[in-house]
């Protein structure tokens, strides 16, 4: 019977994650344990540091009680009886493997510290994205040299989105449960199945091995992607033969073995996982020697890359083939609408990019505005930033827009127009916006995958 919950790492998963445990599970104490203080003091004052829709109030529903949140990680490992693992694996940058591989020096940290202080019989779990076969070696250190403890390694991987990230924790598609096929290792996945059963259905919830539960994540992500470098593949067609990529993927998506989810082509994916992982996987490709495999997921990633500059290559082109000193109103800088998350934003290359053409760039996002600022502190005084939309778009030539935030639809376009530089033009990134209202008011309208509106 679980009492104690640690997780080690109070970052995007690690802290909604844990909220949504304590909410459903008064009877267990969960301590979330991070390195960075000032995320500590964020998540323990009620105010998390991420924005993510209706957090604050899961958090309010435990915090205090059975939620707890420390910077002394080594206080908090003797008395769990399980520990979740929920820190960052970014794409290592250095030596072997280096853009592939996962880093997993955090990871490595995690389960060193945990050795020198578990005490008794522990059950730690992968929350993290790891490659396949990361248990193995968590084991192997784990069974070094700690007399007083005895471990079993769980692979229990994350599945949530961020902005949807309570809803997707309330009501999971599937919670995902990989443990060695032993009797202490089938004992610590019913431990586990027991906390996720006090509020999700219990055939929702699948239990594999440990290498299943691990590729499984991997592969889930690498299919995600997939699907919108597909439809992304498909608005370069579009934009090519006066096909709508809207109508293209009503059709395909009407197809039950199709589905109409993940078809919404635009100016590429982002966040901080979808490359990572793809990468980390065509990297366990080329390590067993999959080539054709490693390429055929590889294709997933460079797609997006072309993605992102065939857009601003779109908006060079329509400008007359210079932006040079004309102002860009960059709209939205987070990954996807309902985050503050910029990490691996489309925003980022975009901005980039226009600026390197001698652009200057304005850039607004509702909640991304501080992360965006730290992404680019070295872009120069062509760079600029603003709250307001309408501030943002004054005496702009053009509008990109890059995040899918709601409110960008519904701003006064005709206000916006009168304050612009004529002609207007408007480059949705994210087929957000009413292509065909905008070009009444007088802008030229560049969508992805659909036909130009152009006035020209
Ligand atoms: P994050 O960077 O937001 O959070 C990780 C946290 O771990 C940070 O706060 C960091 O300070 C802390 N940390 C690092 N080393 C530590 C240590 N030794 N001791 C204590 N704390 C430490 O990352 P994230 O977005 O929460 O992602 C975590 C993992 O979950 C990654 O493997 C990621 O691939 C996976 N994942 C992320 C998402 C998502 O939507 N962000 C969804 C599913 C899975
Ligand atoms: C994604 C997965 O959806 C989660 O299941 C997974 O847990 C998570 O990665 C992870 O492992 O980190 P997330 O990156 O938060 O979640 O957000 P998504 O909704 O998947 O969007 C990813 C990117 O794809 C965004 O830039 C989004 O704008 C883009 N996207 C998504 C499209 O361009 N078109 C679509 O149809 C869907």
Redesign the pocket.
């Known amino acids: 019977m679980i009492k104690h919950i640690l997780c080690i790492g109070a970052g ?2 690690g802290g909604p994650t844990m909220a949504v445990i304590a909410k459903h599970c008064p009877g267990i104490r969960v301590v979330v344990a991070d390195i960075n203080a000032d995320r500590v003091a964020a998540w323990r004052s009620g105010e998390p540091p991420i924005y993510e829709p209706g957090l604050k109030e899961v958090l309010a529903t435990s915090l205090g009680r059975n939620l707890h949140f420390t910077a002394d990680l080594e206080a908090a490992i003797p008395e769990a009886d399980v520990i979740f693992v929920s820190v960052n694996t970014p794409t290592k940058t250095f030596g072997r493997g280096a853009g592939k591989a996962a880093d997993l020096q955090y990871w490595e940290k995690t389960a060193r510290t945990i050795l020198q202080h578990a005490q008794g019989h522990t059950i730690v779990v992968e929350k993290s ?1 790891l490659p396949v076969r990361t248990a193995e070696a968590m084991e192997r250190i784990l069974k070094t040299g700690n007399a007083g403890a005895r471990f079993d390694i769980l692979s229990n ?9 309570i809803a ?1 924790l309330e009501r999971p598609d599937r919670v995902l449960i990989g443990g060695a096929e032993t009797k202490e290792g089938r004992a610590a996945i019913q431990a586990l199945v027991e906390v996720y059963g006090q509020w999700v259905p219990a055939d929702r919830i699948l239990t594999t091995n440990v290498w299943s539960s691990e590729l499984s ?1 991997l592969a ?2 690498a299919f ?2 997939q ?2 470098s597909s ?2 593949a498909v608005s370069a067609i579009c934009e090519r033969t006066g096909a709508d990529v809207l109508e293209v993927a009503r059709a395909i998506g009407a197809d039950v073995r199709i589905g109409p ?14 490359q ?2 793809i990468l980390n996987l065509v990297y366990l490709c080329e390590h067993h020697g999959l080539e054709e495999v490693a390429r055929y997921w590889e294709s997933v990633v460079t797609l997006n890359l072309y993605q992102k500059r065939r857009f601003v290559e779109r908006m060079i082109h329509a400008m007359f083939n210079t932006l040079a000193e004309k102002r860009i109103a960059v709209f939205g800088f987070a ?3 309902d ?1 503050g ?1 910029t990490r ?3 925003a980022t290359e975009v901005c980039r990019e226009l600026l390197a053409e001698h652009a200057h760039v304005c850039v607004t996002d509702p909640q991304a505005l501080p992360s965006a600022r730290r992404d680019l502190h070295d872009a120069g005084p062509r760079l600029t930033f603003e709250d307001d939309p309408y501030a943002a778009a004054r005496g702009a030539h053009a509008i990109a827009l890059l ?2 935030w709601r409110e960008y639809r519904d701003l006064d376009y005709e206000r916006i127009y009168a304050g612009m530089e004529k002609p207007a033009f408007v480059f949705d990134g ?1 087929n957000l916006l009413d292509a065909a209202r905008l070009h009444a008011i007088g802008f030229n309208v560049y969508s992805i995958g659909r036909p130009d509106l152009s006035r020209l």
């Open positions: 995007y998963v994205t991987p994350e599945f949530l989105a961020e902005g949807t990230a997707d994540k889930a992500n995600l992607a699907r919108v439809i992304n989810k993940f078809l919404k082509a635009g100016v590429g994916f982002g966040g901080s996982c979808f990572k992982d990954f996807k609408a985050t998350d691996d934003s489309p995040t899918d994210r």
